[in-house]
C-alpha cells in the first residue's frame, strides 16, 4: 500500500516500502491463536479521503521506507498507527507518516502491531511488547541501513501513542522473555513523539499509577487539540510527569483539531504539528547527517 501525504508544501508520494520484515522470530509472546489473514476494511461512506483500515494482525511486521540517499541523515523513526486496538489506520497514521519523515531525511518502520486487543487486558500489552520488540531489531539489525544506534526514536497515534508510551517508559523492564540476539539489545528508544497519545489518564484525569516517568526516560514530544473527544490531559498529564522528572519535553496543546487528524491539512491549527516536531528533532540533533560511527 502506498501512502500520500498532502501538506502545505505540496504532496509527497511515499515509494512502497524497501522491504517488509518480520518482527518476531516465532509466534508472538502471549499469542493466543492464529486470527487467520489479515482484513483491509472498506472506507467509511463519505470518507475523503479514505482511509486504509487493518485489522486481524497475529503476525506483527515492520514496512521499511528509506529516504532518498542524498537526503538521509541516519535518524530513525519507529511508527506505532492509532485504531483504538481495534484496526490500524494504516496508511494515515503510517505510510503518510513514513512519506512525511523521509521527506526530513528519518528512515521510518511503520510497526504493524497486533490488533484487535481491545478485548484483552490489558489492551496495550501485545502491541507495546512489539514496539519493544521493533525498536530492538532495529537496534540490532542497524548496520544493514547504515544507522546509529543511538538515533531510533518512536511516534504514535492515539492508541498506538499508548503504545509508545508503554514501550518507551517500561523499557527498563522488557514486557516480555528474552529469546535471542535482537532481544539482548536495548528497547529503549532514544527519543519518542506522541501524536494526541490515549488511554494515559485514569477515570480522574491524572497519569495511570503504572505509567512511571524517571530521569532514564527518553526525551519526548506531545501535540493534542484542546477539543480531543480523547482528552488533552493525556498529554498535560505526562508532559508534567515528565517535567517533574527532568526530562526534556515539548507539549503543544492545539485551540482546535479534533482527534484523528494524522498529518492530513486542515483549517485546524493542529495542523502545524509536523513543522513544530520536525523544529523539535532539529534543535536536537536529530536532523544532522550522521552514519554509523
Known amino acids: 500500500m502506498v501512502g500520500l501525504l498532502m501538506v502545505s508544501t505540496g504532496i509527497v508520494l511515499a515509494a512502497e516500502p524497501t522491504s517488509v520484515i518480520h518482527v518476531w522470530s516465532g509466534k508472538a509472546p502471549d499469542e493466543p491463536k492464529d486470527l487467520g489473514a489479515e ?73 504493524k ?41 518512536l511516534l504514535g497515534f492515539s492508541a498506538g ?31 519518542v513523539a506522541l501524536i494526541y497519545p490515549a488511554y494515559l489518564v485514569d477515570d480522574k484525569g491524572q497519569l495511570k499509577p503504572d505509567l512511571i516517568v524517571t530521569k532514564e526516560t527518553p526525551p519526548m514530544f506531545l501535540a493534542h487539540a484542546f477539543n480531543d473527544g480523547i482528552s488533552c490531559e493525556n498529554s498535560v498529564q505526562l508532559f508534567l510527569a515528565l517535567k517533574k522528572a527532568a526530562v526534556p519535553a515539548d507539549l503543544h496543546i492545539y485551540s482546535a483539531g479534533g482527534h484523528g487528524f494524522g498529518l492530513r491539512p486542515s483549517d485546524q491549527p493542529v495542523s502545524s504539528w509536523p513543522q513544530r516536531c520536525e523544529d523539535w528533532m532539529k534543535q536536537r540533533g536529530l536532523l544532522q547527517r550522521r552514519a554509523v560511527k
Open 161 to 191: 501513542g499508548s503504545t509508545a508510551a508503554q514501550a518507551a517508559l517500561k523499557s527498563h523492564a522488557r514486557l516480555y522473555e528474552v529469546t535471542d540476539d535482537a532481544d539482548r539489545t536495548s528497547c529503549r528508544p532514544d527519543f
Open 39 to 111: 482484513v483491509i476494511q472498506p472506507p467509511k461512506p463519505g470518507e475523503e479521503p479514505p482511509t486504509t483500515r487493518v485489522t486481524n494482525i497475529s503476525s506483527p511486521t515492520m514496512s521499511v521506507f528509506l529516504p532518498p540517499a542524498e537526503k538521509r541523515n541516519g535518524t530513525s523513526v519507529v511508527i506505532c498507527p492509532g485504531g483504538g486496538y481495534r484496526i490500524l489506520a494504516w496508511d494515515k497514521e503510517g505510510t503518510e507518516v513514513a512519506a512525511w519523515l523521509n521527506s526530513i531525511g528519518v528512515t521510518a518502520f511503520v510497526l
Open 113 to 153: 502491531y497486533r490488533t484487535p486487543t481491545a478485548d484483552r487486558q490489558p489492551s496495550w500489552l501485545a502491541p507495546a511488547q512489539d514496539a519493544q520488540r521493533a525498536v530492538s531489531v532495529v537496534r540490532h539489525r542497524a548496520s544493514e541501513w547504515n544507522l546509529p544506534e543511538d538515533r531510533i526514536g
